[in-house]
T-cell receptor, first 111, second 115 residues
Framework: GQQLNQSPQSMFIQEGEDVSMNCTSS?????WLWYKQEPGEGPVLLIA?????ELTSNGRLTAQFGITRKDSFLNISASIPSDVGIYFC???????????FGKGTHLIIQP | DAGVIQSPRHEVTEMGQEVTLRCKPI?????LFWYRQTMMRGLELLIY????????DSGMPEDRFSAKMPNASFSTLKIQPSEPRDSAVYFC?????????????FGSGTRLTVV
């Protein structure tokens, strides 16, 4: 099946720093999704991307659909404590309606 | 809307026992997904239903796992007999087929520990 590779696996940053993470696929996607999971909860959709080259923002979060359609990027500007969590990329896979998820990037913010 | 409701939130059981996880999807959603989350393997799709019918169960690890959706408002995931390697967080998600962003809403998960 399709595989999504996320990097980095984890990030330890200071509050106020910018964050960058990425996701690559073994095959071409026509949709990229970014989710955030907070402790004890299920993932929640942050941003959806539908077109190669597309750049979409949600507050301090910005995501881009890579030109090759095999990668996507998520940036968080001026991180704050509530940004802590696991960030997942996801794309179509696992059947007509199923999503395949990357293994996630753990974001830890040090005071 | 109360969202996707999963029960129990936590389950600790002994190896060999039967475990049943429950999920109530969002009213009006017609697709339901069961995922398993572990540190090693991340989020894995186990099975999904569309209009209460199982569409793809290729992710179910082995015959010890079974899932049912008897009606649009209820689904179960059963493990019998349970083994320590089944310890994980199990998520249920629901969506409306054809949503452009796939429209997943996840429940809060069931943390299963098999000792």
């Amino acid at each position: 099946g399709q595989q999504l590779n996320q990097s980095p696996q984890s990030m330890f940053i200071q509050e106020g720093e910018d964050v960058s993470m990425n996701c690559t696929s073994s095959s071409i996607f026509n949709t990229w999704l970014w989710y955030k999971q907070e402790p004890g909860e299920g993932p929640v959709l942050l941003i959806a991307l539908y077109k190669a080259g597309e750049l979409t923002s949600n507050g301090r979060l910005t995501a881009q659909f890579g030109i090759t359609r095999k990668d996507s990027f998520l940036n968080i500007s001026a991180s704050i404590p509530s940004d802590v969590g696991i960030y997942f990329c996801a794309g179509p896979g696992g059947g007509a309606d199923g999503l395949t998820f990357g293994k996630g990037t753990h974001l830890i913010i040090q005071p | 809307d109360a969202g996707v409701i999963q029960s129990p939130r936590h389950e600790v059981t002994e190896m060999g026992q039967e475990v049943t996880l429950r999920c109530k999807p969002i009213s009006g959603h017609n697709s339901l997904f069961w995922y398993r989350q572990t540190m090693m393997r991340g989020l894995e799709l186990l099975i999904y239903f569309n209009n209460n019918v199982p569409i793809d169960d290729s992710g179910m690890p082995e015959d010890r796992f079974s899932a049912k959706m008897p009606n649009a408002s209820f689904s179960t995931l059963k493990i019998q007999p349970s083994e320590p390697r089944d310890s994980a967080v199990y998520f249920c998600a629901s969506s409306f087929t054809g949503a452009r962003d796939y429209g997943y809403t996840f429940g809060s998960g069931t943390r299963l520990t098999v000792v």
